[in-house]
């Protein structure tokens, strides 16, 4: 188990400790300057850097918001004695001067990726089913839609456009988002987690924190802490948690409650921080079918496609053994497991199969059609939800959110609707369409007469219906 | 700017400060024999009483509760040995006594009028559709819908109704919502937010105070506030709130996140606290389209139809500003203003436009149609979802909430419905039905084939296709 | 009242105070052994344990997980130096050794039952509908549900199944179910609200421990707790509950908001704290029409059957009572009551005999009709939620969540479902389908003309209509 931590930590979070300059003794000539303003025009922001350990170490509003002349987003404040270029956004890039190793971390995950999203198909919902491109800026003449910058990019990130003298196209900031693409070509926004102008790390420590994007039909994982013994012992013991403590060790430090950061980025007696939020994952629970984390890496051209599963596993119970003997942890495992598989092959791949079967009876453009928004939500809402609170023990997400909302939808919804197009196609009058039809149909007739299915055609196997039977008059002798 | 405030502040705030009453010196006999009992018989609210501001300055249960013989609901507490005239219900005419500003700024508010939409067809709902006449009380004894009392009435307030002896209808009362109508003819409940005898304003700062009534699936505030980077720090920082102190001036008191009452009420350094909470917000999002908070207000004929809304928002920013430069805030009103007018353009103008058309085709009773609830989703839940989302910057209710769930039902619910009204139309052998049917999908054609909606027809425009692709394409160079 | 009350603490909580063994005066050398490994191998629940009473008291990991070598789960840990016998799992049965009140209490409760679950035919859903036989292990070589196991059973309880060794089975364990059937034959987990192994009484009074399972779509009780005004104080005033004193009698070392364990368990002047929570309680919302818990009792054979709804109800009034006036709360009780009947009369039982009438009309396997669906959550999900939220003044999960969803789904979705039955069944050309066909047919006129329903045929009463018309015209005429 040391040999496999040390492999994980080996593996690329093996630079030296970040070479941290030497705080300066005096704050500068020009952070005095902005300070000196900014305490009378944006008293809240300067207080809250009071309160930082940036104030403590003499890092003021300069040395981070420093930029070069040529940097694209350069500009000189108006009015400022000291006349500097300074920019408005401070990227990892700017951070990493200081903080090497987290941005070297951060930028190996996926977090930092989170922007590339921008670019893929399922940009088609937010720019073209929900949007228009009705929002019209200077750095968006032809227009953008509002639905891609309200919603999308302010968890995904913008790519954020540099107007003339450093301003932002107001249609890409404000924008935290953790996988923002920064006019210095760097992704990421450290401010995602670790908040204006406080920077505390006690907050980047609290559930709500991460509740910022990881909450919602398709992936609440917020909900799912809340509701799980680890989130009902955190808002018990708040107080006992000491989230402001520098090293923050789980077992050494607190012992109350793990909260997210606890589980997939802090300290154990064992492990160091990461800001790779991925290492200590075992599933992708993201696309339609779950993947191991090293292939959704490698597909990304991640350092993690060489970190395979099971030592991310290893590092995991790293974590849980600080509280839970090794036989439940390797219990927990078995259940998790059990409902990834179950999801995955109840579920998600017929359902794959049989939409790839659709395509010839569909109308053309994708989400024009009702049985495109029931597969998406199968996969991208329930599923994920199914799967993401077994891994994290929240039975009512895993249940009524997950799986019964998953077979609801399944046989009340989707297959009706295939069973539509399937008449649609049969009665068309289309050789082709005719011909998909009969494919789809007998897909349809494989799926359900499969030993998962079956149940619904009135078929269950004469032997697991006896069982049953036997099963539920046992458990009843029991009360009589 | 100083100009704006003052011009706000001056509209309808401007009356001198409240001529508070001078506080008695001792607690009065009356009140002093009301403790004396119920300190046993209800020891919790003399408990509150005794730790709430009121008892510091001797006033006590009578002083509250005191009434005059000739009101409606005023009435001698059995079994008290001095005889004097109570009334249970303490309606903001009787808190207007010392909190005379407070009142009046109340009073001008929509909070105060929130009553009013119990003599409105909204009602429909609650009476008929989801209720009956099945609870019968002393002050309806032909009944009265059980969904409106423990619903609708308990947060937008009830029409108190006073039985003998100053008894209230238990269909009335108990019952704290904000535009309750009171017996003596005045609108309002201050309980509603300073509740239950503490009337403690740290209380009411909290986020869950208005979480009470702004919450769900039709103005989800709450949820959005929790999952917004300002719930964030909130929660985090809980604390460091100083919510008990009696100025509690945003910069000044405090610094660490703004509560609701922060952006809505509170004071800053250049604006005093108001209780009128329509003052600072530029956008009604209450109905089908969004409009400006002024010609809301006229139509409700209160002062705030003098004050536009460019002056709310400048009293916003003023807020705003104490944590964020105005560049900052600027944007972030363009990516709002932006996303207002898409679910306005998009999706409300066209589907009001629409459903005008449906009624020939229509079952004549409101909400006997499927039609109907998925017309009233789409703008009363879900529209709504995401503009207030967008007005907090919560992504995921602007987004998943919000306008995703705008798309899937205007496109796969809304259109379906309307199509099939067409169908039944046309077939229905009905000339006037017919000609609706053909109005309707004429109507249906031009939206389907507007700029915004080309794409479900798969005629997006080729330039847009192309662009889209190419964008798409330079994206994902970046990354090989 | 009193004698109310000594009725219901004489019913079964009469037992004399648990006989509590007397306290050890040092920790036992073989809990010593235990700790002094466990204290590096899992840091985390040494330290709970430290901090609980039961380290004060000398109660180790022996005193508890102690076991007989004839226990089916009992073996001896290895490489213990002290060769006893001990058991993963302490159940109830261990706890009663010092606790045997709470276990007596308990025993006679609801929540130690809800393993029976497992037996019944809602099992269908997770064991059939949403899951497969997939999960084998070696207690379940013929597989097992992942959806069970992950989902119902992490509320319910699973029944434990011991393999060699003392080794639990792992799709039975991990698992703190409160209706876990233990290898001891006991049903419960008391750990399930009293967490390991700190075994804290503030933590199991916090609302978030109850929510571990009353949440969610079906029974909603912490989020309408958090609506409500009682939630609204506790989360304002947490730092004011005292929640960690032994005594914690409400009206006395708290008074600033109720929890859930206040209302339903914990301690009044006049009653003592109680482990039977159904013992306040005068409805029980569970089944498709509401009934008297003393019936809901009796049907499970539990003592509760000789205790009547009005006694509970008074016990619960005994609560209000410390902070409410008793108008107040029998007021509460009758809008309460209100919405019950509306539930019961309008939408549960037509809902139920319109169901009754569908099934020769029906596929044979349960919820492979899409009606099946439909109505389980109009009764076990939006039911539910109307009548839980009017019972703790919850007003959005009362209407939104609650009668709107009825409304919405009973006319816009069951409505139609079963007419669509009726056209399939008179299509049908089978006698018996075309005869039930009319049978329903008749039904759902009977239900549509009725007093409750007649609005969606646009019959309503022409006096109900003038009425309506009338109170809406009065009450706009207050506003001109």
């Known amino acids: 188990m040391g040999g496999l931590l040390l492999l994980v930590q080996g593996g690329f979070l093996g630079a030296a400790q970040a070479a941290v300059d030497k705080a300066p003794k005096t704050l500068s000539e020009t952070s005095k300057e902005c ?18 350990k940036h104030y403590r170490a003499n890092v003021g509003c300069y040395e981070c918001h420093k930029a070069d002349a040529k940097d694209k ?67 968006f003449p032809e227009g953008v839609s509002a639905a891609a910058v309200n919603g999308c990019w302010q968890c995904h990130g913008s790519q954020v456009k540099v107007l003339k003298d450093g301003e932002l196209d107001p249609a890409t900031w404000p924008n935290t988002g953790i996988g923002r693409i920064n006019p210095d070509g760097s992704e990421g926004s450290c401010t995602a987690c670790h908040a204006r102008h406080r920077f505390s790390v006690a907050q980047a420590r609290n559930p709500e924190n991460c509740g910022k994007c990881h909450l919602g039909p398709d992936h ?46 802090s300290a154990t007696p064992k492990q160091p921080v990461t800001h790779d939020v991925g290492m200590r994952i075992s599933w992708n629970n993201r696309p339609p079918v779950s993947v191991r984390p090293e292939k959704a890496d490698a597909k990304m051209g991640l350092p993690g496609k060489d970190v395979p599963w099971d030592d991310r596993r290893e590092a995991m119970k790293d ?61 991208h809402h329930e599923g994920r939800r199914a799967r993401h609170a077994a891994s994290m023990m929240g039975p009512d997400y895993t249940h009524w959110h997950g799986t019964y909302e998953l077979a609801k939808n399944f046989y009340s919804e989707f297959i009706p609707e295939l069973e539509e197009l399937v008449r649609e196609g049969e009665h068309s009058g289309d050789a082709a369409k005719q011909q998909a039809a009969k494919a789809l149909q ?27 039977k036997k099963a539920a008059e046992e458990f009843k002798a029991r009360y009589k």
Request: charge should be neutral.
């Open 319 to 379: 974590v849980c053994t600080n509280c839970h003997n090794g036989d439940y942890v390797d219990a927990f495992y078995t259940q998790y497991d059990g409902l990834v598989t179950l999801y995955n092959e109840k579920f998600a791949k017929p359902g794959l199969a049989l939409m790839a079967l659709t395509k010839p009876l569909l109308k053309p453009a994708k989400f024009s059609n009702r049985i495109d928004f029931v597969w998406f939500e199968l996969w």
């Open 73 to 139: 987003d350069a500009f000189i404040h108006d009015g400022k004695k000291t006349k500097v270029h300074i920019s408005i956004i401070v990227s990892p890039k700017d951070c990493a001067q200081c903080h090497e190793q987290e941005n070297a971390e951060f930028a190996a995950s996926h977090h930092s990726k989170a922007g590339r999203i921008l670019g893929s198909l399922d940009n088609l919902l937010a720019e073209v089913v929900e949007g228009n491109n009705g929002m019209v800026t200077a750095g």
């Open 220 to 265: 609440p994982q917020k909900e799912i802490y809340d509701e799980s013994k680890h989130g009902i012992q955190f808002y018990a013991n708040k107080d006992k948690m000491n989230l402001d403590r520098p090293k923050w060790v789980v077992g050494e430090d607190y012992d109350a409650a793990p909260t997210c950061a606890t589980c997939h980025m």
């Open 442 to 468: 007998a897909k349809i007739d494989e799926v359900l007469n499969s030993r998962d299915h079956r149940w619904y055609l009135n078929k269950m196997d004469p032997q697991e219906a006896a069982q049953r």
């Open 35 to 52: 300070v000196a303003c900014h305490k009378k025009k944006t008293p809240g922001i300067v207080q809250h850097w009071g309160g930082s």
